[in-house]
């Protein structure tokens, strides 16, 4: 195979459909009971060969530090390969920050799976979880995506089927939470809030939209300080969501959508925050150029392909942002990894095979 010198890695966002804090462990860390689901809206990672380890972040106010989780996590890539080797990283960021939606842990896990590619790594999906849990709570969950259970840190997952064909509207209002502050708020106060995790996984198995959203819910709302919640779940449900809730620690907030005619209707002037229509149909895995990429984690897919086409067109005849993954017309090269990732791979980015 070709050699490869740059690969451009889409990694998605997430959501929680249910956030309960169980107990708390003896270094501080909260024991969790979650659902997570990955959505259409994607961190845009380029990695290049390089002798040395560099960042950039164009447009980005994120800083380019040693503590950014891409940084932490291609050291803990070449410390544990060993290999004596460099990347350049460039990370368009797409997820807005300090929302609950693993942006940070995206990055992470963009740059584990695509060094991996890039050196030809063959680290195993459970070798890259351990790398990836040093580095940050939601980053297992971030390689997983789809749908999981995800209990202890975030280090526990069981892969879940697809959750119900929906839709969620994401308003990201113009402040952000801090994480370890929304959990030290928790360990003061508490919350009156506790899903029921087990009920929303049965629900999800039994492809139950209703009973997803009955059992949603989150532990850190009354005490991530986010001020607007209450303000825009009400207009999200307004709008015809089935329920709204917070994601992680917050500050998005997001309503869940059966009808995709409801969302499109709600406005920014209706919810004071930046709008983002995302849905649950991750593209998936890579593809040769030419044909079209899986929607693997769509429950119905032969529904979902033409639903989804249809959602774009309308959001962009309106003109609101809608996330769809670029996929298509580059990639060349298959199965470079079994994650819930869009590889892509330009041929000026490969070396040609040398001839025999
Ligand atoms: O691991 P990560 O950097 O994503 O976590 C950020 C912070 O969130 C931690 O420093 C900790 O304060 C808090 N946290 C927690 N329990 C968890 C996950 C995160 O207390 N299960």
């Not at 889409?10 to 990955?38: E, F, R």
């Not at 997820?95 to 063959?122: E, F, I, K, Q, T």
């Not at 997983?144 to 929906?166: F, N, Y």
């Amino acid at each position: 195979m070709a050699k490869l010198n740059r690969v451009t890695v889409l990694a998605p966002a997430k959501l929680n459909l249910a956030l309960d804090v169980v107990g708390t462990l003896p270094n501080g860390y909260h024991d969790l009971d979650m659902t997570m689901q990955a959505i259409t809206l994607y961190e845009k990672v380029v990695l290049a060969r390089s002798s040395g380890l560099n960042l950039s972040l164009p447009g980005s106010p994120v800083a380019a530090n040693d503590s950014n989780t891409a940084i932490k996590a291609a050291i803990a890539f070449f410390r544990y390969t060993g290999l004596l080797a460099g990347v350049d990283i460039t990370i368009y960021k797409n997820v807005p920050v300090r929302a609950g939606m693993a942006g940070g842990s995206a990055d992470a896990a963009a740059v584990l799976v695509g060094l991996n590619a890039l050196y030809g790594a063959h680290l195993s999906m459970s070798e890259l979880c351990a790398l990836g849990a040093k580095i940050g709570a939601d980053v297992p969950f971030a390689l997983m995506g789809g749908t999981c259970r995800v209990q202890g840190v975030g280090d526990v997952m069981k892969a879940l089927p697809p959750c119900p064909d929906c839709w969620f509207t994401v308003v990201m209002p113009d402040y952000g939470v801090s994480t370890p502050e929304a959990f030290a708020a928790y360990d003061k106060v508490g919350s009156s809030t506790h899903p029921d995790c087990e009920a929303q996984e049965k629900a999800v198995r039994a492809e139950d939209l209703a009973g997803v959203c009955a059992a949603a819910g989150n532990a850190l709302e009354e005490c991530s300080g986010a001020k607007d919640n209450e303000a825009i779940k009400a207009a999200l449900c307004e709008h015809g969501a089935l329920t709204a809730l917070m994601t992680g620690s917050g500050a998005a907030v997001f309503g869940i959508f059966d009808d995709e005619n409801d969302k499109i209707n709600l406005s920014l002037d209706d919810v004071g925050g930046e709008l983002l229509i995302v849905s649950q149909f991750t593209l998936y895995g890579n593809c040769r150029k030419g044909r079209r990429p899986e929607f693997l984690s769509a429950a119905r897919p032969e529904i979902a392909i033409p639903m989804y086409e249809k959602f774009v067109a309308i959001c962009r005849e309106k003109g609101y942002h809608v996330e769809t993954g670029e996929f298509g017309a580059y990639m060349e090269v298959e199965s470079l990894n079994d994650g819930p990732f869009t590889l892509i791979v330009d041929s000026a980015d490969l070396d040609a095979p040398k001839k025999q």
